[in-house]
């Protein structure tokens, strides 16, 4: 626009002008791309100051069926000494039954922690749930909407299960729980670079005994007087160590990102990722707008997290969301948005009901077969296949 324009046209501050009026153009703000580092810088959670006082927790869902009915892990951490416990469970489990497993495998052992940090599964978000560990004494904290990395512990252990995991069921065939205890053990028992030794040295003073038999092969065990005396003096190194790691990652990941302030009252772009055969404002797939609203910022909760009035076609979704998933709105008087045509789910997405099969074709690879089928989908009277 500025070049068409600059070779018939000239006043001063042709240019801002320019940029100005395309900063609030309400399609451009919906649609365009941002070629930005990622809002928000790092906020680490705070350091633990003792064992099992403070843990994280989240699901690995999607298994195979065990024999047992079984086709989940709980993954409970301890953020101080690293420490997992692999819990098996169902998806369709009773929120009294993950109760009752709680207290006998994490507060029996480990008694009751100060805080919970998890994702907002509905499990974890329920009434019981917070009414069960506010009668306990823990406070429950929660990651931001749409943004997992608030829970970085979790997702990287669920990450080393899953390998370990896969690694077991190839080499040792069988059911995946049937490895389970073994692989606890096995990740419990080995080195953690973040506090520089393995989570049971740092729960128990020393590492445990493996089937090699260390301990009739020369190994030198500590006296009991000795490994007490250290516990106070390996807490403290604990401290420093995750101190160390937490800083390093904090200078590492604001390298890539930039530090954005909104203030209570002004008005921001949500922004909603395009999900394949999802259909949203009668678009599909990438045509979809990449942002919805503006919606007023009523309150700022912790550095980078702001809570948004949303409408009442939207009160099924948590309303506090990270910086990165906003943008600055540039009004302009001129525009008028409407909100009745929003209809979405809790997880930012429409639904679509498939109407026939059309056609199928099968594709042969090397090893498997893989079926094609070619669907018919419906969504509020408009038909397209893919």
């Known amino acids: 626009m500025y070049r068409d324009l600059k070779n018939d046209y000239f006043w001063v501050g042709l240019k801002r002008d320019v940029a100005e009026y395309v900063s609030r153009c309400m399609v451009c703000q919906r649609v365009k791309a941002e070629h930005q580092v990622p809002s928000g810088l790092l906020q680490p959670l705070k350091i633990p100051e003792w064992k099992w006082e403070r843990i994280t927790m989240d699901f690995v869902s999607g298994l195979p069926l065990s024999p047992s009915k079984k086709n989940s892990v709980w993954v409970i951490v301890d953020r101080f000494t690293k420490c997992a416990h692999f819990l098996a469970v169902n998806t369709t489990d009773s929120l009294g039954k993950l109760a009752n497993l709680y207290i006998r495998e994490i507060v029996r052992l480990h008694g009751v922690p ?116 250290g516990t106070t003096d390996k807490v403290k190194l604990i401290c420093d160590r995750l101190k160390a790691a937490s800083d390093r990652q904090k200078s590492y990941a604001d390298l890539k990102r930039k530090e954005v302030e909104y203030s209570v009252g002004e008005k921001v772009f949500l922004k909603v990722s395009p999900w394949k055969k999802v259909m949203r404002f009668g678009r599909k797939g990438k045509l979809s707008p990449r942002f919805i609203g503006p919606y007023e910022i009523v309150e700022r909760i912790g550095p980078v997290a702001y809570r948004l009035r949303l409408p009442s076609e939207l009160e099924k979704i948590h309303d506090v969301f990270h910086v990165s998933m906003l943008r600055r709105y540039r009004s302009d008087p001129s525009y008028v948005m409407p909100v009745e045509e929003i209809e979405l789910n809790p997880d930012l997405s429409y639904n679509e009901e498939p109407v026939e099969i059309l056609a199928s074709d099968s594709k042969v690879l090397r090893g498997k077969t893989i079926e094609l089928v070619k669907v018919l989908w419906r969504h509020r009277g408009v038909e397209e296949a893919t």
């Not at 512990?153 to 690694?167: A, F, G, K, N």
């Not at 030794?197 to 007087?225: D, F, H, K, N, V």
Request: with cysteine.
């Open 114 to 229: 100060k805080s919970i940090v998890s994702d907002r599964d509905p499990r974890f978000t329920s009434r019981f749930w917070g009414c069960l560990h506010s009668a306990l004494g823990s406070r429950l904290h929660f990651s931001t909407s749409y943004h997992p990395q608030s829970d970085g512990q979790s997702e990287r252990v669920i990450q080393i299960l899953e390998d370990m995991l896969r690694c077991c069921v190839i080499d040792f065939q069988g059911s995946w729980e049937k490895h389970l205890p073994l692989v606890e053990f096995a990740y419990n028992n080995s080195y953690q670079s973040s506090i520089q030794m393995a989570p049971y040295e740092a729960l128990y003073g020393r590492r445990c005994r493996t089937p090699i038999c260390w301990a009739e092969t020369g190994q030198r065990l500590l006296p009991m007087p000795d490994l007490l005396k």
